[in-house]
């Protein structure tokens, strides 16, 4: 069984659409994070959501908003895409919520014509 | 500015050769971890250390921490196609972790 499963794979989207990327763990872990790499291969923080508290990196605009129904998921919808949106969108959890032992998802390749 | 710097970012060497791959910061870590990624993949825990001068092995991959824990090593004897991929490390500073650009490995059968 997969650990973090994130779905879709690939997304190809046209400017201005809105899109959501969901996550799930089976892990049983209690803190979920979305990253996003760009195509310099570097991985930043978007958000890190340990049980109800959802922390939020405010250099990510307000077009993207986790949601997480319950503790195994967090989902990411994007809205108003645009081109700088392009890039790999991965989903990770960890057991202690201090950013330790991050277990990734394979990602979600965004691509925004 | 980036707080983690690593060296090479690209590195090709043939395989059975040995390398060595640099993490390096001013800022002290708390603790240090290694990932590597594939192609198409997330990327995967190798080790995470934590002790000023720890060393830690896996296999033929030589984990090294720095003793002032600013700093890290990746060492990897008789490398193998199979250790083609993107190192990744990740340092924890002020209880964020902290992201360096990676460095891409290709080793030629």
């Known amino acids: 069984d997969t650990a973090v499963s994130q779905t879709p794979k690939y997304l190809v989207t046209q400017m201005g659409n809105d899109k959501s990327i969901k996550c799930e763990q089976n892990l049983g872990h209690d803190t979920m994070y979305w990253y996003k790499q760009d195509s310099k291969k570097f991985l930043k923080i978007m958000f890190s959501y340990n049980n109800k508290e959802l922390i939020i990196n405010e250099t990510v605009p307000n077009r993207f908003s986790p949601k997480s129904p319950d503790k195994a998921h967090l989902n990411l919808h994007i809205n108003s895409l645009e081109l700088g949106d392009s890039a790999v969108y991965f989903c990770?959890?960890?057991?202690?919520?201090?950013?330790?032992?991050?277990?990734f998802g394979s990602g979600t390749q965004l691509s925004v014509l | 500015t980036q707080l983690l710097e690593q060296s090479p970012q690209f590195l090709s060497i043939q395989e059975g050769e040995n390398l060595t791959v640099y993490c390096n910061s001013s800022?002290?870590?708390?603790?240090l971890q290694w990932y590597r990624q594939e192609p198409g993949e997330g990327p995967v825990l190798l080790v995470t250390?934590?002790?000023g001068g720890e060393v830690k092995k896996l296999k033929r991959l030589t984990f090294q921490f720095g003793d002032a824990r600013k700093d890290s090593s990746l060492h990897i004897t008789a490398a193998q196609p199979g250790d083609t991929g993107l190192y990744l490390c990740a340092a924890r500073i002020n209880y964020q972790l902290i992201w360096g650009a990676g460095t891409k490995l290709i080793i030629k059968p």
């Open positions: 800022s002290v870590f708390s603790s």
């Open positions: 990770a959890s960890s057991p202690t919520g201090t950013n330790e032992k991050l277990f």
């Open positions: 250390v934590v002790t």
